[in-house]
């Protein structure tokens, strides 16, 4: 998405080697009519498989998801982050490593909402370590679910994420693609190889 490179570039702010920040546009505020975008081009790559449900985790993933099903026309489900395993009803959860905030935590969905009649596309901002995505490929292997791919905003291609998900045969499609990041300079993967 070429508009969606322009909007990093003009309004990302570098905060390290490894971090972005989008706040102005995708994190903090946000701009719905870009993020209704995201959901459409999210419909245009993985609309063409029969999706029953898209999954995320809150909380900087649940825009991308509800526009992307409000695009493909099902519902979507974000995962709760929970600290204490204090749980009034069966879940399905695994545990993560957060990249930004240098903890773990437990990220859960109730069963009742996911099974193994669903195909499932999973969406979130930032594909980085992987860590979170990895966390909802297993609770969708868990519930029995099918996966159908996994959809991310921005992928910094510098970290390991694509790789870790790959190598579980899972099919990765993000819309921004980040080689390198320095001050003043963010170089992309070209869209035609994402
Ligand atoms: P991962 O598990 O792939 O390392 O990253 C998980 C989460 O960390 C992402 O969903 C995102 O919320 C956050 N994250 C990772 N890298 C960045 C970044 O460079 N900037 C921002 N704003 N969030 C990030």
Redesign the pocket.
């Known amino acids: 998405m070429k508009g969606l490179q322009e909007r990093i570039r003009q309004e990302g702010l570098i905060?390290s080697d490894?971090?972005?920040?989008?706040?102005s546009f995708?994190?903090h505020q946000v701009d719905t009519e870009l993020v209704l975008q995201i959901g459409q081009e999210f419909k245009r790559i993985f609309g063409h498989q029969p999706i029953t449900k898209v999954l995320t985790?809150e909380a900087?993933?649940i825009q991308f998801a509800m526009a992307a099903g409000i695009a493909l026309e099902v519902p979507f489900i974000y995962a709760k982050k929970k600290k204490a395993v204090t749980l009034s009803e069966a879940v399905y959860s695994a545990p993560?490593?957060?990249?930004?905030?240098k903890e773990d935590y437990l990220i859960s969905i109730s069963q009742k909402y996911l099974g193994p009649e669903d195909k499932v596309l999973i969406v979130?901002?930032?594909?980085?370590?992987?860590?979170?995505?990895?966390?909802l490929v297993d609770i969708v292997n868990e519930a029995g679910a099918q996966l159908m791919g996994v959809g991310c905003v921005?992928e910094?291609s510098f970290?390991e994420?694509r790789s870790l998900l790959e190598d579980k045969g899972v099919a990765v499609h993000s819309l921004a693609r980040i080689a390198s990041m320095a001050p003043g300079e963010i170089r992309f993967i070209d869209e035609a190889s994402s």
Not at 18 to 23: F, R
């Open positions: 905060l490894t971090v972005l920040k989008v706040d995708l994190n985790v900087s993933g993560v490593h957060s990249f930004t905030r979130d901002d930032f594909l980085a370590t992987g860590a979170a995505l990895v966390g921005i910094k970290q994420g």
